[in-house]
Each structure stands twice: as C-alpha cells, then as structure tokens.
C-alpha cells in the first residue's frame, strides 16, 4: 500500500513515518504542500494520504481539504487545535478521519485502519444511492412510456408493460432505452402523453 504524507515539518513527518513502519508498511513517501504538490501526489496514485497540518491556517486548510476532494482517496488529517467549523469543513470535504492533538507513533495504524474503512463504506454507501437514483429514474422513465402505450393504443397498464418488455428483448435493449425511444418519438410525433 502506498502511503503520502504531506507535511511541511520534517519532525512531525517522522513520528507518522515509524509509526507507519512500525506497522509494516514500507511504500512511505513524504511531501511538502508546496508548489505543485497536487499534481504530483496525483502521479503518485497513493492508497492513503496522511495530512500532518500541525495549527493549520484558514487558508491552509481550506487548500488541503481541495486535494481531499481532488484525490478521492482515503485521507488522515492531523492537526494540533480545532474548533467546529474546522470539523465541519473536513467532514464535507471528505476527510476519513480528523484527528485532533493526537499525533503519537502508536496510533498511526488504527487511525490509518478507520480511515481506510470509513472511506470504503462512504464509497460503498454512495455507489448505493447512484444505484437508486439511476433505478428511479428507469422507473419513471418505464411509467412514462407505458402512459404513452395506455392511451395512444388503449392498453391496459400489464399489457403496455409487456410490450415494453417484449419490444427491448426482441430489440437486444434495455427496457428503459426502449421507453425513452418511445418518450421522444412520442414527443416528436406531437406529445401523445
């Protein structure tokens, strides 16, 4: 697993490093905010990013929580006070774990583990809502090109839906691009709708 750390002060990266270490991990590199580091660390396609921000300024913060979004990958941020807003800002940010004065070797790993583990349930808990949104949206589609069916041929709801369904496997379709066919022929034609 490749592990960035950003960090602009080499002692703070070191206490992450043997902590990292320490664990077994090894595919460690550390670099500094500056210049084009967003770039760089993309080329990089790191696993987890470690963000050692110390007192991190508005600007400063605000700026790392852009690489989080940028990245999309897991992300650790470290820093030495917070207040509220902060908190708020790195949770919409994306940022996996938030960790307040708690910069000590030995807990590197279990914060790296919740990090990687809530990223991945965040990942999972959004492909799950596209997938529902994407299925309601088919659904509505489907209802919609049945209306058209119900009232430009006098079927009946079953019998429109069949003929959706017969249409897109005798068409090698799926049943809701047969439906958005009939939806914009049908708009075309004059709204039959």
Do not use: C, W
Not at 147 to 174: H, V
């Amino acid at each position: 697993m490749r592990i960035v750390i950003i960090d602009d002060s080499g002692a703070r990266a070191t206490v992450l490093e043997e902590g990292l270490r320490d664990a077994g991990y090894d595919d460690i590199h550390v670099v500094p905010p500056r210049g084009a580091f967003v770039a760089r660390l993309e080329r990089m396609a790191p696993d987890v990013v470690l963000m050692d921000l110390g007192n991190p300024s508005r600007d400063t913060l605000e700026e790392m929580l852009t690489v989080s979004r940028a990245l999309a990958k897991p992300i650790a941020m470290f820093v030495d006070q917070s207040d509220d807003s902060m908190i708020g800002a790195a949770i919409d940010a994306g940022i996996s774990a938030y960790v307040v004065d708690g910069l000590r070797k030995e807990r590197v790993k279990p914060i790296l583990d919740l990090a990687i583990r809530r990223f991945n349930a965040f990942a999972r808990m959004q492909t799950e809502l596209d997938e529902a949104r994407t299925q309601l949206a088919d659904r509505k589609t489907i209802d919609r090109a049945k209306a058209i069916l119900m009232s430009s041929r006098g079927l009946s709801e079953p019998d429109a839906y069949a003929l959706l369904r017969t249409t897109a496997m005798n068409q090698g379709k799926k049943m809701v691009d047969v439906a958005q066919a009939l939806i914009t022929a049908s708009d075309l034609l004059g709204g039959m709708s």
